[in-house]
C-alpha cells in the first residue's frame, strides 16, 4: 500500500557531498516524523536526521554541522544533503517515516529499501 523508495546513494571521496532523496508513494493521508537512519556492516541501526512535518530538525551528534535534512510536503518527499563527508560516514541509508493511510486512523512506521553511501579516505 505504500513504497518508500530511495535514491542518490553511491561512491564518494572524503570531503565530498551527496544528497540522498526519499519519495513516498501510495494511499497516504498524512505524514508526520520523516527520519533517515543509517547502518554500518557490524553495528546497529542508527538514527541520523529527524524532520517533523513543522519542519524541525534534529540531528545525531556525529553529522551535526555536516547533514542537513529537509522535505517537501506537496511531494511526501524527504532530503538529506550530506557534505563533508568521512569514511566513517560509511553505511546503508534507510529513509522511515511515520504516516497515516488512508481511511486509518493510526500512524505506522513505514522503511525504504536502503541506499549504499560510500566514502574513500
Known amino acids: 500500500q505504500v513504497q518508500l523508495v530511495e535514491s542518490g546513494g553511491g561512491l564518494v571521496q572524503a570531503g565530498g557531498s551527496l544528497r540522498l532523496s526519499c519519495a513516498a508513494s501510495g494511499r497516504i493521508f498524512s505524514i508526520d516524523t520523516m527520519n533517515w537512519y543509517r547502518q554500518a556492516p557490524g553495528k546497529q541501526r542508527e538514527l541520523v536526521a529527524t524532520i517533523t512535518s513543522g519542519g524541525r530538525t534534529n540531528y545525531a551528534d556525529s553529522v551535526k554541522g555536516r547533514f542537513a535534512i529537509s522535505r517537501d510536503n506537496a511531494k511526501n518527499s524527504v532530503y538529506l544533503q550530506m557534505n563533508s563527508l568521512e569514511p566513517e560516514d560509511t553505511a546503508v541509508y534507510y529513509c522511515?517515516?511515520?504516516?497515516?493511510?488512508?481511511?486509518?486512523?493510526?500512524?505506522?512506521?513505514?522503511w525504504g529499501q536502503g541506499t549504499q553511501v560510500t566514502v574513500s579516505s
Open positions: 522511515n517515516a511515520k504516516l497515516m493511510l488512508l481511511y486509518s486512523r493510526d500512524f505506522g512506521d513505514y
